[in-house]
C-alpha cells in the first residue's frame, strides 16, 4: 500500500519563527489535506490541497502531485502553533491514510 | 459550516461491558463517514468505512464483531465496542464527508478506557 512519510518527525521553535513541514508519498494521489491536532485530540482542517498552492494567514501549502510531495509553511510560529501536524492522503480509494506526523512545539 | 460532534468525549467502562459511541454531521448531509483509532503518541489508523444505508467496510485487522458500525442516517452513525477489554483503550475519531465535497471533517473524538 501507499506509505506516507512526514519530516521532521519533532520541531522546536521559538516564538516568531517560520518553519517548512513535508509530507512525501509513494503512489499518485487524487485528493490530499493536511491537519492540526491541538492537544486536546481535535482535527483542525487546514487545507485540502491535492494539487497547487493555497494560503490562509500565516501557514500556506504546496502539492506537487507529479513528485509525490506536499509542503506545509508556517510563518511567525505562535505557541498556540503547538501541537502535531498529520497530512492525509487518498490514493483513489475514497479513504484517507494517514502521514506519520510532525510534532511542534512553538516556545514563548 | 462542516461541523461533526461525538458523544461522549470521554468514558470509562468495566471489562467485559460494551459501549456505544455516536457520530454526527450537524450541518451537512454526510454520505460518507469514517472510524479511526489512535493510541497515545501515533497517527491515525483506519477502522472503518460507513455508507448510510449500507454495511460498513472494515480495514484488514478490524474485527468487525467487536466494532459494529452502523450508519442509519444521512447525520447520524454509531460505533459499539462489544465486550470491551482493557487492550480496546484508546483515542477514536470519526469523521465524515458528503456534499459532494471531497474533504473530511473530524469530530472531537472519544477516549475510551477500559478497566
Known amino acids: 500500500g501507499i506509505q506516507v512519510e512526514q519530516s521532521p518527525p519533532d520541531l522546536i521553535l521559538q516564538e516568531g519563527a517560520n518553519s517548512t513541514l513535508r509530507c512525501n508519498f509513494s503512489d499518485s494521489v487524487n485528493n490530499l489535506q493536511w491537519f492540526h491536532q491541538n492537544p486536546w485530540g481535535q482535527l483542525i482542517n487546514l487545507f485540502y490541497?491535492?494539487?497547487g498552492t493555497k494560503q490562509n494567514g500565516r501557514l500556506s501549502a504546496t502539492t506537487v502531485a507529479t513528485e509525490r510531495y506536499s509542503l506545509l509553511y508556517i510563518s511567525s510560529s505562535q505557541t498556540t502553533d503547538s501541537g502535531v501536524y498529520f497530512c492525509?492522503?487518498?490514493?483513489?480509494?475514497?479513504?484517507?491514510?494517514f502521514g506519520t506526523g510532525t510534532r511542534l512545539k512553538v516556545l514563548a | 459550516g462542516a461541523v461533526v460532534s461525538q458523544h461522549p468525549s470521554w468514558v470509562i467502562c468495566k471489562s467485559g461491558t460494551s459501549v456505544k459511541i455516536e457520530c454526527r454531521s450537524l450541518?451537512?448531509?454526510?454520505?460518507?463517514m469514517f472510524w479511526y483509532r489512535q493510541f497515545p503518541k501515533q497517527s491515525l489508523m483506519l477502522m472503518a468505512t460507513s455508507n448510510e444505508g449500507s454495511k460498513a467496510t472494515y480495514e484488514q485487522g478490524v474485527e468487525k464483531d467487536k466494532f459494529l458500525i452502523n450508519h442509519a442516517s444521512l447525520t447520524l452513525s454509531t460505533l459499539t465496542v462489544t465486550s470491551a477489554h482493557p487492550e480496546d483503550s484508546s483515542f477514536y475519531i470519526c469523521s465524515a464527508r458528503g456534499g459532494g465535497n471531497y474533504e473530511q471533517y473530524f469530530g472531537p473524538g472519544t477516549r475510551l478506557t477500559v478497566t
Open positions: 450541518d451537512f448531509q454526510a454520505t460518507t
Open positions: 490541497i491535492p494539487s
Open positions: 492525509a492522503v487518498e490514493p483513489g480509494t475514497y479513504k484517507y491514510i
